[in-house]
């Protein structure tokens, strides 16, 4: 199997980077292929704008989604985009791992959703959800929150998780045709004992063993 895990950390030594080092090394002591995209390290620029193109197709008014069904049809991506582009259409597996940021992904990992998942290339033409360019293909949000799972259940302070990862899940992954796996959610690893964290890293381990007899989640899950 072919994995692609797309990291969004600015630190090494960060509980996030320690999951990312352990997917690495487990997904290919078990024998898959992984490639990465360590956003921060490669100084990935998500600023969306011309500078994702080596070709133009109106130079008076810049139109994204014109852009890119052009830049598709020519072969002018620009050299960054077109890499991790790459990526993308070779990977049977795709994993994110970042920390929730704002009930979000972290601002290097948006860009770089809104430089690589480009019309024409990855959605377009009926192509999207179950019709979607990477059907087949799955799909796994890894993350970390600051606060403990009780402040992210039904009713919690910042409410249900699966409510704030649906715009990730659905309106990201899903929409360019991903089957999206249930997420992996480590749960205020700043505040647990080193002994937890340990148990945590190995439980991430163990699910990733497995992880290609994984069935997706339905719709109204996620």
């Known amino acids: 199997m072919n994995v692609l895990i797309v990291y969004a ?3 090494p030594q960060s509980f996030n980077g320690a999951l990312f080092r352990t997917a690495q090394e487990t997904l290919r002591a078990a024998g898959h292929s992984v490639q990465t995209s360590d956003l921060y390290a490669m100084k990935f620029d998500p600023v969306s704008d011309r500078r ?3 070709t133009v197709k109106n130079p008076d008014f810049f139109k994204q989604q014109i852009e890119e069904m052009h830049a598709n049809e020519s072969g002018g991506f620009a050299p960054d985009v077109e890499a991790e582009l790459r990526k993308l259409e070779v990977c049977d597996l795709m994993i994110w791992q970042f920390p929730l940021w704002w009930f979000g992904v ?6 770089w ?3 690589v998942f480009a019309m024409g290339r990855t959605y ?3 192509r999207f959800y179950e019709n979607g360019v990477f059907k087949g293909k799955r799909a796994l949000l890894s993350l970390t929150t600051g606060g403990p799972g009780t402040a992210y259940e039904k009713g919690g302070w910042n409410g249900d998780i699966h409510a ?5 899940q659905r309106g990201m992954l899903r929409f360019v045709g991903f089957d999206v796996l249930a997420p992996h959610i480590v749960y205020s690893p ?3 004992s080193a002994e937890e964290r340990t148990a945590a890293l190995d439980a991430w381990a163990n699910r990733l063993r497995r992880i290609e007899h994984e069935q997706p989640v339905e719709v109204g899950e996620y």
């Open 9 to 11: 950390h600015t630190e």
């Open 52 to 54: 994702n193109f080596t």
């Open 106 to 111: 972290p601002g290097i990992l948006k860009g």
């Open 113 to 115: 959703v809104d430089r």
């Open 124 to 126: 377009g033409g009926e």
């Open 164 to 168: 704030i990862l649906r715009p990730i």
């Open 190 to 192: 700043v505040r647990i």
